[in-house]
């Protein structure tokens, strides 16, 4: 970023940047840091700019104003080339409070530029952020330039003439802030124009207020200009293959794959939820889309949720279900009553800080042993994690059809980083998807009808209750082999036993790719899930050095794929980097007795590129 900030410290107009720019908007957890970092978002993606978002917020729904643990944060990283992360460290940091540059300025990178409501350094938000000293003054912020502004003052005084109290005025400080930024990176305002129009449609004083505010940021930008270190930057858009696009979150990319899923079964899709972070995004989308033959339930637990999911797979519905690790812990002895009926469910694991409540919005990777082994008995499942949010709605639809082709349930694991980031998407031809419908038993075959007799993938038939004459016994007791009545032999228990694994085993997954570097060689980092960008771009500077490293990515996590054991055995060392304490590293060393490294990270943060670059070296 080097090239910024002489762009910035120099006099050319829209000097175009290195080829990426990371930006972190940063506030109390009531300043609307989210919606200004979701419009930014908005513009970058119709300035045709590919980016990665990270929105970083407290548990509470609204902390103690200008508290440390009470700011909310919104990165962005946009360029003109391809972008796998939100960036390791801003090149613009905007801090509303002396909070939020407190807690947000060490990540800054030397020489970039701070823009600091000055309004809100006052001694009494200053003493709640346990600052002794005004830093906009005491020159501890020397290392990065200083845009000192006061934000709130100028946001009154634009919006002075519709009448707002001081309160109402002051929430329409992040109209003015993202004015501004839109002009820094030479960005349209008329989208956010219309915006402000549609959203307050009921309270045109309110729109016209706050495009005052965003008007008058704009303008700020172009006078400041003239005089001081604020330059304007362009962007310019990143290659894209022509198509239909739209800014896609992993919520979303997961809402949209199951009902893409269960339209290519040909089946009616129930879901049953209760809402927690991060995953109660995934029943708000899909409460949104009922033309699609989607029934929404919001029930009054984790259990009834789940097991009301399993009774509209018992009637011939696609059964969902949805929550974050301490739910799926509830919800753990209902999937034990899917997979001893064996019917088709799809779980949906947005992974979160633990153990126990633990943090509720922070993203980590700490669920794989539960979603692999986390049941009681011998209760196998298959497990499949998202990379992105793009690759949820792909992950989701594979979920779906091994649910229905094999079925039983499948758990499908994302995390609160996937859920709530965002990317550009382009919408893909459902025309080009196969389809796999689902066909009901309804009359008895020759020989008689067996609930638990089996085809080629040894699963059993799929019966609509009221069938008639294929009346069968159904629940969470020991089934007899075909029959499905109930037995307690030793010898019937371990042929049941084995065939739900054979089952599960026997699932055709695709053989593991290579995603960048040569299959063999000196070093492979083998990652899942959302450690996909930093993984991935790392591994590319260190291959542009000359390194002898290549990027193995797991989508299927059980079964895994056939051919994983021999490439892992083809590398002299592996490394595994995981938001966890080491699962997967255990999981593959179990499976393949490779000497698997961890590279572990349980902060509450993603990796950074830098991290996983240092983790490279030291192995190599």
């Known amino acids: 970023m080097a090239t910024a900030v002489e762009d910035r410290a120099g006099d050319t ?10 930006v972190r908007f940063a506030g109390d957890s009531g300043d609307g840091m989210q919606l200004t970092g979701g419009q930014f978002t908005l513009s970058s993606a119709l300035a045709g700019n590919d980016f990665a978002t990270f929105p970083d917020f407290p548990a509470e729904i609204r902390a103690p104003q200008g508290t440390l643990f009470g700011v909310s944060a919104f990165q962005i990283n946009f360029g003109s080339s391809a972008i796998d992360t939100a960036g390791d460290a801003p090149d613009v940091l905007v801090a509303m ?13 030397p020489g970039g530029l701070i823009i600091a409501d000055e309004g809100e350094f006052n001694d009494r938000n200053l003493a709640k952020a346990k600052y002794d000293a005004n830093p906009l003054d005491d020159g501890s912020l020397a290392k990065w330039q200083l845009l000192k502004l006061n934000i709130s ?101 997961i809402a949209l794959g199951l ?86 469910l799809v779980i949906v694991n947005s992974q979160r800080g633990g153990p126990s409540t633990g943090l509720p919005t922070k993203t980590e990777q700490s669920d794989l042993y539960q979603a692999v082994y986390g049941r009681n008995g011998d209760a196998p499942m298959p497990v499949i994690a998202a990379r992105s949010p793009g690759d949820a709605f792909e992950c989701a639809i594979e979920a779906c059809r091994i649910a229905v082709e094999y079925m039983t349930p499948v758990m499908l694991l994302t995390d609160g980083y996937i859920a709530n980031a965002a990317e550009p998407w382009k919408v893909p031809d459902l025309t080009a998807y196969d389809d796999f419908p689902v066909q009901f038993l309804t009359e008895a075959p020759e020989g008689g009808f067996k609930p638990y007799g089996r085809d080629e993938k040894l699963a059993r038939p799929w019966v609509k209750p009221g069938t008639p004459g294929l009346l069968h016994r159904i629940g969470g007791i020991e089934k007899e082999v075909d029959t499905g009545h109930i037995n307690y032999a030793p010898g019937n228990h371990q042929a049941m036993t084995d065939i739900r694994k054979a089952k599960i085993d026997g699932i055709a997954v695709p053989d593991q790719v290579v995603e960048l570097g040569a299959e063999g060689g000196k070093l492979a980092v083998v990652g899942w899930g959302s450690t996909f960008g930093p993984i991935h771009q790392a591994v590319r500077r260190k291959r542009a050095e000359g390194a002898d490293v290549s990027h193995v990515h797991i989508r299927h996590i059980w079964p895994l794929p056939a051919n994983l054991g021999e490439l892992l055995k083809s590398y002299d060392k592996v490394i595994v980097p995981e938001m966890n304490t080491g699962q997967l590293k255990t999981v593959l060393r179990d499976q393949y007795l490779v000497d698997a490294r961890p590279v572990n990270k349980v902060s509450g943060q993603p990796f950074t590129i830098a991290e996983i670059e240092a983790a490279i070296e030291g192995a190599l």
């Not at 501004?180 to 309270?203: E, S, T, V």
């Not at 929404?296 to 929550?323: K, M, N, P, R, W």
């Open 259 to 344: 009902v893409a899923g269960a339209q290519l079964a040909k089946l009616p899709m129930f879901f049953g939820g209760y809402p927690i972070t991060p995953a109660s995004a995934i029943l708000h989308h899909l409460s949104r889309l009922k033309e699609y033959d989607v029934t929404t339930f919001q029930a009054e637990d984790e259990i009834a949720a789940i097991c009301s999911a399993i009774g509209a797979s018992y009637g011939g519905s696609l059964g969902v279900t949805s929550s974050s690790g301490p739910g799926i812990a509830l919800k753990g002895e209902a999937m034990g009553l899917a997979i001893m009926t064996e019917l088709p």
């Open 13 to 22: 107009r829209q000097s175009p940047l290195s080829d990426a720019v990371v």
């Open 97 to 109: 409070n002396p909070a939020a540059l407190k807690t947000n300025v060490p990540q800054l990178k």
């Open 153 to 253: 003052q100028l946001t009154m005084d634009a919006v002075k003439p519709f009448g707002l109290g001081n309160k109402e005025a002051l929430r329409c400080k992040n109209m003015w802030t993202l004015g501004l930024a839109l002009w820094m990176f030479d960005r349209d305002r008329q989208p956010l124009i219309d915006w402000l129009n549609a959203k307050f449609a009921k309270a045109p004083d309110l729109a016209a207020a706050n495009i005052a505010a965003l008007n008058a940021g704009h303008a700020y930008g172009e006078t400041a200009e003239l005089a001081g270190p604020l330059k304007q930057h362009h962007v310019d858009p990143a290659p894209a293959e022509p198509g239909l696009y739209r800014t896609l979150t992993g919520a979303e990319g």
